[in-house]
C-alpha cells in the first residue's frame, strides 16, 4: 500500500512471492528502491537473483509474525460460548486458523498435559512456527485479559523451554488470544518477563464497516508517515 506506482507494486508482490520475503526483506528492498535499480539495470535477472539474498537484519522476529487483532469469524460463534467451544470450533476449522495466524504455523497438540510439581496444568494449542523454528503456546481466552494470564503462560513457556523444546530450536514463544484487552494492563503486565508473551485480541464478527474505514485510514496515515524515512534510506 505503500508503494503508489502500480507496476512497481506488481514487481515487489511478485518478487516477494518468488523469494518468500519476511517484512523486513519487502521493507528493505522498496527502501532501497529495488525495482528502480533493477529496471535501470542492463543484467535485470542478475538483479533479481540477488534480490532474493535474505541479510542477517531480514531475519523474521516473533513480533513480526503475532498479529493483533485476529479475524475469527469463519468460526461461526454463537452470542455466548465457553472457551471449549471457542477450542472445538478453532479444532474444526483448523486449516482456517492456521491460515489466519499466518505463514509457517504448523499445529501439534490441543490439551497438552504437562506437570509442573505435584500440579498438572494443560496447554490449550501448541503450535510450532517454521521460520522462528520454536513452539508456539496458545491460550484461549474468552473474555478480558487479565495480569495474572501473563503469569500463567510465563509458567507454560519456562516449561516448553525446558522439557519440550528441541535443542537446537529456539525459546519458545506465548500467544494470549483474548477477547478483549486494555494495552496498558498487558503493557505492565508482560513486562521484565523473559519469555516473549504476546496477548493478541480476536475478533468473533467482522467490525461495522464504519469501523473498518477508520482502520483504513489510520493504517493508510500511518504509512505515509513512514514513507520518506523509506526514501532517505541508504
Not at 20 to 35: E, M, N
Amino acid at each position: 500500500m505503500s508503494v503508489d506506482k502500480p507496476h512497481a507494486r506488481a514487481f515487489y508482490e511478485s518478487e516477494a512471492i518468488r523469494g518468500g520475503w519476511s517484512v523486513r526483506q519487502l521493507d528493505r528492498q522498496i527502501g532501497t528502491q529495488f525495482f528502480e535499480r533493477t529496471s535501470a539495470s542492463k543484467r535485470q535477472d542478475a538483479m533479481r537473483a540477488r534480490g532474493q539474498n535474505a541479510e542477517p537484519g531480514d531475519a523474521i522476529s516473533a513480533q513480526d509474525e503475532v498479529r493483533d487483532p485476529y479475524l475469527l469469524e469463519f468460526l461461526d460463534l454463537k452470542d455466548e460460548y465457553s472457551e471449549t467451544d471457542l477450542e472445538e470450533a478453532i479444532i474444526h476449522r483448523l486449516e482456517w486458523f492456521l491460515l489466519e495466524l499466518g505463514t509457517g504455523f504448523t499445529f501439534i497438540a490441543r490439551q497438552k498435559r504437562i506437570r509442573v510439581g505435584d500440579e498438572w496444568y494443560r496447554i490449550d494449542l501448541l503450535l510450532y512456527h517454521r521460520g522462528l523454528r520454536c513452539l508456539v503456546v496458545i491460550d484461549l481466552k474468552t473474555g478480558r485479559f487479565a495480569h495474572a494470564d501473563a503469569g500463567q503462560m510465563n509458567l507454560y513457556l519456562n516449561y516448553a523451554r525446558e522439557h519440550l523444546s528441541l535443542p537446537d530450536e529456539s525459546g519458545p514463544v506465548g500467544i494470549i488470544l483474548c477477547a478483549d484487552k486494555n494495552d496498558t494492563v498487558v503493557k505492565y503486565a508482560t513486562g521484565g518477563i523473559q519469555t516473549q508473551v504476546f496477548a493478541s485480541k480476536y475478533l468473533a464478527r467482522l467490525p461495522a464497516e464504519e469501523t473498518l474505514r477508520r482502520e483504513i485510514l489510520a493504517a493508510q496515515h500511518a504509512l505515509e508517515h513512514r514513507a520518506p524515512s523509506r526514501k532517505d534510506h541508504p
